[in-house]
């Protein structure tokens, strides 16, 4: 077959949805499938000069076609309505120029990206299997970009389920978003697989965490002391992040815990501001951008993993970072709503606590149990967390389903 992947994250870029689209077309590419993909310049969490070299040393026996695509540069609605039209409309025109195609999967942008994508896949007669990582726009409502009762939530939330009916197969990543798709918008259940997310535990080392801090300090001059509490966050500093709300409660936290914030995002100038502000440089350090080879020593450095998730954007997304997390062998404090299906999976694994109220009161008694943990106890926690990985988001598991899923659909 002749196999698309049109995907609007793609390595160098460091999350893991990118590296999902990259997994993908290996894994065809070495099923001896003809694969092509179809992704913008890279612009997440990684420097202009930093991604062109990274793209030229790229060697890949599959061939990948960077498109053109205005890159967001913050993260307002305007900005990102702009970055996910353009590159939607990139991608039509290259279908439409492609000679016979057999699939499409396509991990793009909702509505507007996917709707132009499956637009041009109807001209053409080609079937399209649509990887679902946020629920729009529910997320927009969930950050407050949008109201729910507003007319362009309903025209929005209405192309997005008119253009989920037009998809072959439609790939999610939860079974809340499972519920969202057919008892929402109406959709067969037997057009809906749900896979979650994966990481291969390859990529994520686990490092000795005096060794990583001695790395850190080499490769980052980011010094940590061997006797410091640390708390890493380490992913996209966005609205869903909830970084925020975060940080506005740091300073009243026991001094001896020192937060690094790894990554890049559209809060990151505003954290950095409330930082030196409050004085708390000494306290809160920053890794902007985070180079993807760095990912297991920002992680090894750390005592316990942090992540906040946004009030009410617990539902209508699920953080994928969780899972690079889980193969860091390192606890993790997640502060969300406690029947989200994040703090669910927490629960499955043992690997951490999840702090419900956001308060500063709860967020300290959270932080506070952490650092009265054993070393003992927090390498336990670490170990439960990464063998729940391995054996609950199999990469080839994951793999072997869309596989099966190209066959039904082709």
């Known amino acids: 077959m002749k196999v698309i992947i049109a995907s609007c994250v793609f390595p160098p870029e460091p999350v893991v949805s990118a590296k999902t689209s990259m997994d993908v077309a290996q894994y065809f590419h070495e099923l001896g499938h003809e694969v092509i993909v179809a992704c913008p310049t890279p612009s997440r969490n990684v420097s202009k000069a930093d991604a062109d070299a990274k793209v030229a040393s790229m060697s890949l026996p599959f061939l990948v076609k960077r498109l053109f695509a205005i890159s967001s540069g913050k993260s307002g609605f305007l900005s990102r309505f702009v970055e996910n039209i353009s590159y939607g409309l990139s991608v039509f025109l290259f279908l439409l120029k492609q000679r016979k195609i057999d699939i499409v999967y396509a991990n793009v942008w909702p509505v507007f990206s996917l709707g132009l994508l499956v637009l041009a896949c109807k001209i053409k007669g080609v079937k399209v299997v649509a990887s679902v990582q946020d629920l729009y726009p529910e997320s927009l409502a969930a950050q407050k970009r949008l109201s729910s009762s507003g007319a362009i939530y309903k025209v929005l939330f209405f192309l997005d389920s008119f253009v989920a009916k037009q998809c072959d197969r439609i790939i999610v990543i939860s079974d809340g978003f499972k519920t969202s798709y057919t008892q929402g918008r109406g959709i067969n259940e037997d057009k809906i697989t749900v896979i979650r997310n994966w990481v291969k535990s390859t990529q994520v080392t ?3 965490k005096a060794l990583a801090r001695t790395q850190l300090a080499v490769q980052t001059s980011i010094v940590l002391a061997e006797d410091d509490v640390v708390c890493v966050y380490g992913g996209n500093m966005g609205v869903a992040s909830g970084l925020d709300e975060f940080m506005t409660h740091v300073e ?9 914030l790894a990554g890049d995002g559209s809060l990151v100038p505003g954290l950095r501001e409330m930082v030196q502000q409050k004085g708390l440089e000494s306290r809160v350090k920053f890794l902007v951008p985070w180079p993807s080879e760095l990912t297991s020593v920002a992680f090894g450095a750390a005592d316990f993993l942090l992540l906040p998730i946004a009030a009410g954007q617990e539902f209508a997304s699920v953080p994928s970072k969780l899972i690079t997390y889980l193969l860091s062998a390192r606890p993790i404090l997640l502060l ?33 149990g952490f650092v009265r943990l054993s070393p003992e106890e927090r390498l336990a926690m670490g170990r439960s967390g990464r063998d729940y990985a391995e054996n609950f988001y199999s990469s080839d598991l994951a793999l072997a389903k869309i596989n099966t899923i190209f066959e039904e659909v082709a």
């Open 336 to 368: 969300t709503n406690s029947r989200s299906e994040s703090a669910i999976e927490l629960r499955k694994s043992g690997a951490g606590f999840c702090v419900e109220e956001r308060s500063g009161e709860a967020i300290f008694s959270g932080l506070d």
């Open 206 to 208: 686990v490092i000795d």
């Open 252 to 260: 009243r936290v026991d001094s001896k815990i020192i937060f690094l």
